[in-house]
């Protein structure tokens, strides 16, 4: 449908469809009015000027804040309230800005709780009888090494993640949310504070994942290039609303944004 | 041989009160594992255990002092006497109830804090408890009987005495706490050994976002822990109850499960065993030995000072994770 980089997946049906959210923080508004959709198996970029209100945005679609006003409607169905962990059980897994890994643990140990979610013997029934939550334990196991696999850390599986250099801690967080085998995957700026080889790499798994496993995709990314490489579609963000949205050919040339980046007074 | 026979029976004397010990630091270890916190109040909640399941037994009237001050009740007792195992039970539910509150009220509130934050709460927790089990049990000595074995073990005393021709004193209560605790320290075990579990309850001691957002419900959990650590408490607490009454200096004995912990290392099971019987029997042994010359009463103040020592050469404990800490 669209021609840019990765794109020649057919767009179809919203896979969430985001109407109208505001959100504030006593005084500080961080949301105004911001609709858009994200389609099911592309991978939709969200960029914007410091402080423009793009983690906000994914602390709301994950549940993590509520907004004051808005809808989110996710596979056709509005959603009310929700706790965030039941998020997670609807098929949506994150990445945060400030990586968030469970320190103490191994590459493989974090990993492996990202398939919390999908333990099918249940949290009581686990704990009063355990031979087939072991059993399950193998299949979760052998889905993980795939993942490692992957995103090619066999080498530092057992390393307690506390110790990992930053660009390869972003991978194990990435890992953690893949183990999920999520619907909707949502990245915040992953290719942060990386070497441009780590950054390819990173590019490389992200298309590869929205490709092979068809996920959709929300990414925020400051590094334009990336961002043209990768997305099918483009929310441009600023002071917490939405000023552009589009594919990457026309955002680049959209004067608006460009006025955005440039900090040119509106 | 009968100053071996005697030592012997020493550091038996000094295991069963380790054992003890180990029981309350076990209780320590769970929310340890499960909030990276070291929750101050467990020692109280051993007391308020105790106290509920003697006050429930017995029939006693809950906050009676409180009805007679305001309605002039004079009812203290409500005139039965509950069959232990319903007393028992129904205390689990209060410690259930108790976690559901503690839940509630106060770790519900502090998602995201930081561990010292959640460690002032407990200690807030561990005050508000010992006033509340006060008022609401009174302050008074209680025995408590439930039935437990008690006396000294003729089996052990009249076997040792036609065989090596001393008799060696065991208490029946602590043999009995000794299998008590064994028991409950392989269950637990076990339980915690369940792998998902097991990362589940470490995941939420690491990082309560990261844990949400892989699907991990912090309340369940903290509730489901709280609740086990209530049982343990309730364990200890009969045991210590049976052993010594039920009284609020329980509380302060509680405090010696720091050393052990110290020892044994905060986050292992097996630490608190090993921690508590080390201690038990090593503050008997020093003080069968050394109290003569120093001049007695070592056992206050020596298991901190062995804590101490050893916190020197290995700082994470014997079994504790080593801590790692990226320069
Ligand atoms: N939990 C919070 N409490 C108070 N204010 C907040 C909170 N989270 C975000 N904000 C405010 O909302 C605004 C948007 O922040 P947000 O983190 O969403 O920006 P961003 O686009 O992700 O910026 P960056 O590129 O720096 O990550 C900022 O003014 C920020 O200070
Ligand atoms: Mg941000």
């Known amino acids: 449908m669209n021609s840019s980089g990765s794109g020649q997946k057919a767009i179809e049906a919203p896979l969430m469809d985001i109407r109208n959210i505001s959100l504030r923080f006593g005084g500080v508004v961080a949301l105004e009015g911001v609709s858009f959709d994200i389609a099911e198996g592309e991978i939709r970029a969200i960029i914007g000027p410091n402080g423009a209100g793009k983690s906000s ?19 056709g169905r509005r959603r009310g309230s929700i706790k965030p962990h039941n998020i997670a059980r609807q098929g949506i897994a994150r990445t945060f800005q400030n990586i968030a890994l469970f320190e103490g643990m191994s590459a493989l140990d974090n990993i492996l709780c990202g398939r919390v979610t999908l333990v099918r013997s249940g949290f009581w029934k686990q704990l ?40 390869l801690q972003k991978r194990v967080e990435l890992g953690r949310a ?25 590019c490389r798994f992200v ?6 496993l068809g996920t959709t995709i929300v990414l925020i990314e400051h590094d334009m290039g990336v961002v043209m490489d990768l997305a099918d579609r483009v929310v441009v963000m600023d002071h917490g609303e939405l000023i552009a949205d589009g594919v990457p050919q026309e955002i680049m040339n959209n004067q608006d944004v460009i006025d955005a980046y440039l900090g040119v007074a509106h | 041989m009968q100053q071996l026979l005697y030592l012997t029976e020493v550091s038996l004397n000094g295991l069963t009160t380790g054992v003890l010990y180990a029981l309350v630091a076990l209780g320590y270890v769970l929310i340890f594992k499960s909030s990276g916190v070291f929750n101050y109040a ?23 002092h409180l009805w007679t001050a305001v309605f002039g009740t004079h009812t203290y007792l409500f005139g039965w006497n509950l069959p232990a195992v319903v007393a028992i039970v129904m205390t689990l539910g209060v410690m259930v109830l108790l976690a559901i509150l503690v839940e509630r009220l106060v770790l519900k509130h502090l998602i995201n804090q930081h561990p010292i934050v959640l460690f002032m709460a407990t200690i807030g927790l561990a005050y508000f408890l010992e ?21 000294i073990s003729e089996t052990i005393e009249s076997f040792t005495a036609a065989t090596f021709g001393y008799g060696v004193f065991v208490d029946r209560l602590d043999l009995f706490a000794g299998l008590v ?41 903290w509730v489901l822990v709280w609740s086990t650590a209530g049982f343990v408490a309730l364990v200890a607490g009969v045991m210590w109850g049976a052993k010594s009454g039920v009284q609020f200096s329980l509380s302060l004995i509680a405090l010696k499960a720091l050393p052990v912990l110290m020892l044994g290392g905060f986050t292992s099971i097996r630490g608190a065993i090993v921690g508590g019987l080390i201690i038990g029997v090593g503050e008997k ?43």
Do not use: C
């Open chain 1, 57 to 75: 945005m994914l602390n709301v679609i994950n549940g993590f804040y509520t907004p004051q006003l808005g809808e989110i409607w996710y596979e």
């Open chain 1, 128 to 167: 009063l009888w355990w031979g087939p939550a072991e059993r399950e334990e193998t299949e979760h196991r052998e889905r993980v090494e795939q993942i490692i696999d992957f995103l090619e850390i066999q080498a530092i599986r057992k390393t307690p993640v506390g110790q990992l250099p930053y660009g």
């Open chain 1, 178 to 202: 893949l183990a999920a085998e999520p619907k909707l995957l949502l990245l915040d700026e992953p290719m942060a504070g990386m070497n441009n080889e780590e950054k390819e790499d990173m």
């Open chain 1, 207 to 212: 298309l590869d994942v929205g490709d092979e």
């Open chain 2, 42 to 64: 467990q020692g109280v909640m051993v007391l308020f255990a105790a106290l509920t399941l003697v006050g429930l037994q017995r029939g006693q009237v809950p906050f009676a």
């Open chain 2, 131 to 151: 006033g509340f089990g006060d008022l609401m049990w009174g302050s008074d000595v209680k025995r408590l009987d439930i039935g437990l074995p008690v006396g």
């Open chain 2, 181 to 221: 605790a064994a028991a409950l320290v392989f269950a637990l075990t076990v339980w915690l050994k369940h792998s998902q579990l097991g990362r589940t309850l470490r995941a939420v001691a690491d990082d309560h976002q990261a844990a949400l957002s892989v699907g991990i419900s912090l309340r369940l959990v």
């Open chain 2, 285 to 327: 042994l020093f003080d069968f030995l050394m109290g003569p010359i120093i001049g007695g009463a070592t056992e206050s103040w020596f298991a901190y000072v062995l804590a101490l020592v050893f916190l020197m050469f290995r700082p994470q404990g014997l079994y504790g994770e080593k801590i790692i800490e990226r320069v």
